[in-house]
């Protein structure tokens, strides 16, 4: 019985992990845990408030000053199948960032930063998804939608070209 309720918590999860309907593949990877956080957020949870930060680091290191002051964050349940976070849009309000609780509660660091990550690429950076992969059919971006043809792979060893993919200033703002 045990077995079963495992096997079916595993699947669930699997099913609910990204808002694009699809999750990375698992190779055996190590977790990296975000740095300490040295910054606060205001109108953000403060569970993500290392990614947040680690964002921005990452959006330096490659020569673009982001400030995530102005996108609210939080943690909530989010009702609907596979959704693991996502970004509302309001012209007279800041932009909204939610991950769904129970999908932050189960997974590890690579996960949470991917899919803060993929969030803030929709949120700051005004990404659209983008459905391109490799000769493999890997995805080679975040911001993969999940429901295309290639298959994620985030991991510590794609993580720093799906990052100097997803500051590329060609693509900033094509969902406007």
């Not at 949870?45 to 996108?71: H, M, N």
């Not at 009702?79 to 800041?94: E, K, Q, R, T, Y």
């Not at 996960?111 to 490799?134: A, M, P, T």
Request: charged share 30%; aromatic share 10%; proline share 5%.
């Amino acid at each position: 019985m045990y077995d079963m309720r495992s096997f079916i918590l595993a699947c669930s999860l699997l099913t609910l992990l990204f808002a694009c309907e699809k999750q990375p593949e698992l190779a055996p990877i190590v977790e990296v845990e975000p740095p300490v956080g040295t910054k606060s957020y205001d109108n953000v949870d403060e569970e993500l408030w290392p990614y947040y930060e680690l964002f921005e680091i990452e959006a330096e290191k490659r020569g673009v000053t982001i400030d995530l002051s102005q996108v609210h964050g939080s943690l909530v349940s989010i009702s609907g199948n596979g959704v693991a976070g996502d970004c509302s849009f309001d012209p007279n309000a800041p932009n909204r960032l939610r991950v769904d609780l129970e999908t932050w509660n189960e997974v590890g660091a690579n996960l949470k930063e991917y899919i803060v990550f993929h969030e803030l690429g929709h949120c700051d950076r005004l990404r659209k998804h983008r459905e391109v992969e490799d000769d493999d059919g890997i995805c080679i971006s975040i911001m993969a939608s999940g429901v295309g043809g290639c298959r994620e792979n985030y991991n510590p060893t794609t993580r720093e070209a799906h990052l100097d993919e997803l500051f590329d200033d060609r693509f900033y703002g094509d969902w406007q």
